[in-house]
């Protein structure tokens, strides 16, 4: 069997959120976050980058550790350095963006933008400064948080902001407590708060002269602030600031204050006139051919990455969820499309991603590499770690499977290539015993396997009645205890015991 890559495409042992993908000579380049396995705050981890010929996406390879947040001089005030971008300098040389943050987000909003430089896209950067104004203090117009830069034909172009709320600001002189968390919260003063026009939250860009450090034209505002009656009134801009250039037309990916999704803005221009797009991918399938919240595929939670066009093809790279909580992520992807009319459809999250086409049924694979994993009522992030019991990845050791299975949990993988019937066999753990109902994509019955409780991890096969072709497939439990499942493997029907 060919060599394969599914969702996450990096090692299950990796956890790289945040994702900004970039085309550096003849390879695609993974910048982001770096999350730690079963951490508890954001973005532990120094910034690690992987990266795999753009004529094989299936060989990912890892370049090691390029920067450590030791070597900003804010740490360790502030010890944990969130989503980077990094982009060529008309010098040729490769420029990483990153702001800085403390314990589950303290002080990630009180800047300013961070800067170091390497002669290769992944070799050892070295810190150069801080995004300036032209009287050398710190650029803090706005709030400083999830930088993005683009060379755009020779002028660089410096994205950032974030916003939590849309609404008209309230009155602060009936509600002086808004205005002190305010200040908290940003770290600017109440004049300066007071004397912004609308907010000092929202997605801004600024140009930057050819030192890569010194802000040539002052930030302005790109989308609006208040949304209420415009196109983005359903999906404002949260954070997860990105740029991209298609042909002529700029698209602007940010997360929306949904929190799951990726959306686009499209324009002519690079600062102004963006007009709403779509979502482009959420974690949770949200949206998806009309899905709601409640109707989540997975445990959603935050979401940052980018399109990317690799040999004419164009892909989304985003993040998932693991460990109940948003400090384990990990990157996926999946293949998009751009219409003639410049529109991009959400795409489905799958479990083939990079893979070129559906997952060949045949070996085995990590359970924990399953696109839906939902008991039917799956809860949103937030900056904790759940404590209540609902399906998962997880890991012990060096091994990482789907814990706190429940009845009625329906685990699905999109998609594999089938050649015909097929051996389902399933390693778990449980307590009790249980049935697995296994259907395709249109809720037909392909089998049924009775799993005895076992305490220790076990196997147990079943016959799939499956037609030739591509198909999802998805696992549904019927159990009185919570179960684990940490592998599925494919063999031919003559081989079964």
Same mark, same amino acid.
Request: net charge negative.
């Given at each position: 069997?060919k060599k394969q890559v599914y969702n996450p495409f990096l090692p299950l042992s990796e956890y790289i959120?945040?994702?900004?993908?970039?085309?550096?000579?003849?390879?695609?380049?993974?910048?982001?976050?770096?999350?730690?396995?079963?951490?508890?705050?954001? &973005?532990?981890?120094?910034?690690?980058? *992987?990266?795999?010929?753009?004529?094989?996406?299936?060989? *990912?390879?890892?370049?090691?550790?390029?920067?450590?947040?030791?070597?900003?001089?804010?740490?360790?005030?502030?010890?944990?350095?969130?989503?980077?971008?990094?982009?060529?300098?008309?010098?040729?040389?490769?420029?990483?963006?990153?702001?800085?943050?403390?314990?589950?987000?303290?002080? #990630?909003?009180?800047?300013?933008?961070?800067?170091?430089?390497?002669?290769?896209?992944?070799?050892?950067?070295?810190?150069?400064?801080?995004?300036?104004?032209?009287?050398?203090?710190?650029?803090?117009?706005?709030?400083?948080?999830?930088?993005?830069?683009?060379?755009?034909?020779?002028?660089?172009?410096?994205?950032?902001?974030?916003?939590?709320?849309?609404?008209?600001?309230?009155?602060?002189?009936?509600?002086?407590?808004?205005?002190?968390?305010?200040?908290?919260?940003? #770290?600017?003063?109440?004049e300066e708060i007071l004397s912004t026009h609308e907010s000092v939250m929202g997605a801004n860009m600024?140009?930057?002269?050819?030192?890569?450090?010194?802000?040539?034209?002052?930030?302005?505002?790109?989308?609006?602030?208040?949304?209420?009656?415009?196109?983005?009134?359903?999906?404002?801009?949260? +954070?997860?600031?990105?740029?991209?250039?298609?042909?002529?037309?700029?698209?602007?990916?940010?997360?929306?204050?949904?929190?799951?999704?990726?959306?686009?803005?499209?324009?002519?221009?690079?600062?102004?006139?963006?007009?709403?797009?779509?979502?482009?991918?959420?974690?949770?399938?949200?949206?998806?051919?009309?899905?709601? +919240?409640?109707?989540?595929?997975?445990?959603?939670?935050?979401?940052?990455?980018?399109?990317?066009?690799?040999?004419?093809? *164009?892909?989304?790279?985003?993040?998932?969820?693991?460990?109940?909580?948003?400090?384990?992520?990990?990157? &996926?992807?999946?293949?998009?499309?751009?219409?003639?009319?410049?529109?991009?459809?959400?795409?489905?999250?799958?479990?083939?991603g990079l893979n070129g086409g559906a997952l060949a049924a045949e070996g085995e694979y990590p359970a924990?590499?399953?696109?839906?994993?939902?008991?039917?009522?799956?809860?949103?992030?937030?900056?904790?770690?759940?404590?209540?019991?609902?399906?998962?990845?997880?890991?012990?050791?060096?091994?990482? @499977?789907?814990?706190?299975?429940?009845?009625?949990?329906?685990? #699905?993988?999109?998609?594999?290539?089938?050649?015909?019937? &097929?051996?389902?066999?399933?390693?778990?753990?449980?307590?009790?015993?249980?049935?697995?109902?296994?259907?395709? +994509?249109?809720?037909?019955?392909?089998?049924?396997?009775?799993?005895?409780?076992?305490?220790? *991890?076990?196997?147990?096969?079943?016959?799939?009645?499956?037609?030739?072709?591509?198909?999802?497939?998805?696992?549904?439990?019927?159990?009185?205890?919570?179960?684990?499942?940490?592998?599925?493997? @494919?063999?031919?029907?003559?081989?079964?015991?």
């Amino acid at each position: 069997m060919k060599k394969q890559v599914y969702n996450p495409f990096l090692p299950l042992s990796e956890y790289i959120p945040d994702g900004e993908p970039h085309v550096f000579g003849d390879r695609v380049y993974l910048f982001g976050s770096h999350d730690k396995e079963g951490g508890d705050t954001f &973005c532990m981890l120094d910034y690690t980058v *992987w990266s795999a010929p753009v004529d094989d996406l299936r060989d *990912w390879r890892c370049e090691g550790t390029i920067y450590h947040a030791a070597q900003d001089p804010d740490y360790p005030h502030r010890k944990y350095m969130y989503a980077p971008d990094v982009v060529q300098g008309n010098d040729g040389r490769f420029y990483l963006y990153y702001c800085m943050s403390g314990e589950r987000g303290a002080g #990630g909003y009180h800047g300013p933008i961070s800067v170091a430089v390497c002669d290769t896209p992944a070799g050892n950067y070295e810190y150069l400064g801080f995004v300036r104004d032209p009287d050398g203090r710190p650029m803090q117009k706005y709030i400083c948080f999830d930088p993005a830069v683009i060379n755009d034909n020779g002028t660089i172009r410096l994205y950032y902001g974030t916003q939590y709320d849309y609404e008209e600001r309230s009155d602060f002189k009936e509600h002086p407590e808004l205005l002190q968390s305010e200040t908290e919260m940003f #770290g600017k003063s109440a004049e300066e708060i007071l004397s912004t026009h609308e907010s000092v939250m929202g997605a801004n860009m600024l140009t930057l002269c050819d030192d890569m450090l010194t802000v040539k034209t002052a930030p302005i505002r790109i989308i609006p602030y208040r949304v209420k009656g415009t196109d983005f009134e359903a999906h404002p801009f949260f +954070e997860a600031a990105s740029m991209r250039k298609v042909g002529e037309k700029y698209y602007f990916i940010y997360s929306s204050q949904q929190n799951h999704e990726l959306c686009y803005a499209v324009s002519a221009f690079p600062d102004r006139e963006f007009r709403f797009g779509g979502t482009i991918v959420s974690n949770g399938d949200v949206g998806y051919q009309g899905r709601s +919240e409640a109707e989540r595929l997975n445990m959603t939670g935050t979401t940052h990455g980018s399109i990317i066009a690799i040999r004419g093809e *164009w892909y989304v790279f985003y993040h998932r969820l693991t460990h109940k909580s948003d400090y384990s992520r990990q990157a &996926c992807a999946e293949h998009i499309h751009i219409l003639p009319d410049g529109t991009i459809p959400q795409v489905q999250i799958t479990s083939c991603g990079l893979n070129g086409g559906a997952l060949a049924a045949e070996g085995e694979y990590p359970a924990a590499i399953a696109c839906c994993i939902t008991n039917g009522h799956m809860p949103h992030g937030s900056n904790s770690i759940y404590t209540e019991h609902f399906p998962h990845v997880t890991h012990e050791g060096e091994l990482r @499977f789907i814990a706190e299975i429940c009845d009625s949990t329906m685990i #699905g993988y999109r998609y594999f290539a089938f050649t015909g019937s &097929c051996e389902l066999n399933l390693t778990y753990r449980s307590q009790a015993d249980s049935v697995v109902t296994v259907t395709d +994509e249109n809720g037909r019955i392909l089998g049924k396997l009775s799993l005895p409780a076992a305490s220790s *991890w076990n196997k147990k096969a079943c016959l799939l009645n499956t037609e030739a072709g591509e198909h999802a497939l998805y696992l549904t439990f019927q159990t009185s205890a919570e179960m684990a499942l940490a592998a599925l493997s @494919f063999s031919q029907p003559e081989k079964m015991k």
